[in-house]
């Protein structure tokens, strides 16, 4: 069943990894059609590369791919830069967007005064996707400035929903809070799957299968997770026997300050998206 939003046209300033993510996920749940996206990439083979993929309107120019859609009324700028390159971008973008224009950031740090003195519009939304994202499975922190109405608040929403869940917050440093939580949390995972596979490894599996009972052990236990609704001490006292090879292993875990190396992880990155905003 399509949830088009009638005439919405979008341009997707940068479409990297997460643009096109974005783009193909509205796509595919019929939210937009493909005419009415406009992208911009400065390599020419990853400009064709879209085009003959999805069939949007592609160009070099960030100016030209904003213009597409400024003042149109029922649009959105969405902003999938890398940090470093935000500076530039606003410059291109200098004069384009129509003071009533929607604009929507998933760049890092960037404050939202930041972009809407840059942009020159009052309608600004910060967000912060994660890398499941790319396959539809993500969760993204999103706010937005009190000029973004609510009709325009359910666009961002359909918008994000195509890369998964999303989740309003009430204040700006909530999405900083989102980025060490939610967006750098794959990375904590990762490095956990990483850790486990390894010591498969080191018991004699090979490592595919030590991979395949990592990933489906933890595919599995975050399902069950969700689906009981019960907290993860209860979950984690659920399979603890005394005297058991899991009272073993949470003695080691703790032993090893598992807890307080994830809590100051989550805190360090917190402070670096913090600061990265600050040294604008």
Same mark, same amino acid.
């Given at each position: 069943?399509?949830?088009k939003?009638?005439?919405?046209?979008?341009?997707? &300033?940068?479409? !990297?990894?997460?643009?096109?993510?974005? #783009?193909? +996920? =509205?796509?595919?749940e019929? /939210? %937009?059609?493909?005419?009415?996206?406009?992208?911009?990439h400065?390599?020419?083979?990853?400009?064709?590369?879209?085009?003959?993929?999805?069939?949007?309107?592609?160009?070099?120019?960030?100016?030209?791919?904003a213009?597409?859609?400024?003042g149109?009324?029922?649009?959105?700028?969405?902003?999938c830069?890398?940090?470093q390159?935000?500076?530039?971008?606003?410059?291109?973008?200098?004069?384009?967007?129509?003071?009533?224009?929607?604009?929507?950031? &998933?760049?890092? !740090?960037a404050?939202?005064?930041?972009? #809407?003195? +840059? =942009?020159?519009?009052?309608? /600004? %939304?910060?967000?912060?996707?994660?890398?499941?994202a790319?396959?539809?499975a993500?969760?993204?922190?999103?706010?937005?400035?009190?000029?973004?109405?609510?009709?325009?608040?359910?666009?961002?929403?359909?918008?994000?929903?195509?890369l998964?869940?999303?989740?309003?917050?009430?204040?700006?440093?909530?999405?900083?809070?989102?980025?060490?939580?939610?967006?750098?949390?794959?990375?904590?995972?990762?490095?956990?799957?990483?850790?486990l596979?390894?010591?498969?490894?080191?018991?004699?599996f090979?490592?595919?299968?030590?991979k395949?009972?990592?990933?489906?052990?933890?595919l599995?236990?975050?399902?069950?997770?969700m689906?009981?609704?019960?907290?993860?001490?209860?979950?984690?006292?659920?399979?603890?026997?005394?005297?058991?090879?899991?009272?073993?292993?949470?003695?080691?875990?703790?032993?090893?300050t598992?807890?307080?190396?994830l809590?100051?992880?989550?805190?360090?990155a917190?402070?670096?998206?913090?600061?990265?905003?600050?040294?604008?």
């Amino acid at each position: 069943m399509s949830n088009k939003i009638k005439d919405l046209r979008l341009a997707f &300033i940068g479409c !990297g990894v997460m643009g096109e993510s974005m #783009a193909a +996920g =509205l796509l595919r749940e019929g /939210v %937009v059609d493909p005419e009415n996206i406009s992208a911009s990439h400065p390599r020419d083979s990853r400009r064709a590369e879209l085009k003959d993929k999805y069939g949007i309107n592609v160009c070099a120019s960030n100016a030209e791919a904003a213009r597409a859609v400024a003042g149109h009324g029922n649009s959105a700028v969405v902003l999938c830069i890398k940090p470093q390159r935000l500076g530039r971008v606003l410059t291109d973008l200098e004069g384009v967007l129509h003071p009533n224009d929607l604009a929507i950031s &998933i760049v890092a !740090g960037a404050r939202i005064g930041d972009l #809407a003195e +840059g =942009l020159g519009t009052a309608k /600004v %939304v910060r967000a912060m996707p994660n890398t499941p994202a790319q396959i539809g499975a993500g969760i993204t922190a999103w706010t937005c400035t009190e000029a973004v109405g609510e009709v325009d608040r359910r666009h961002v929403r359909e918008i994000l929903s195509a890369l998964g869940k999303e989740l309003f917050v009430e204040t700006e440093n909530m999405v900083d809070m989102a980025t060490s939580l939610s967006a750098t949390g794959p990375t904590y995972i990762f490095m956990v799957m990483e850790a486990l596979t390894d010591a498969g490894v080191h018991l004699g599996f090979s490592r595919d299968m030590a991979k395949e009972l990592v990933q489906e052990t933890m595919l599995g236990s975050v399902r069950f997770a969700m689906e009981s609704n019960m907290h993860p001490a209860e979950l984690r006292n659920m399979v603890t026997s005394p005297g058991g090879t899991s009272a073993e292993a949470i003695y080691q875990m703790e032993k090893g300050t598992l807890r307080t190396v994830l809590s100051k992880a989550v805190y360090a990155a917190y402070k670096s998206a913090v600061e990265l905003g600050r040294s604008r």
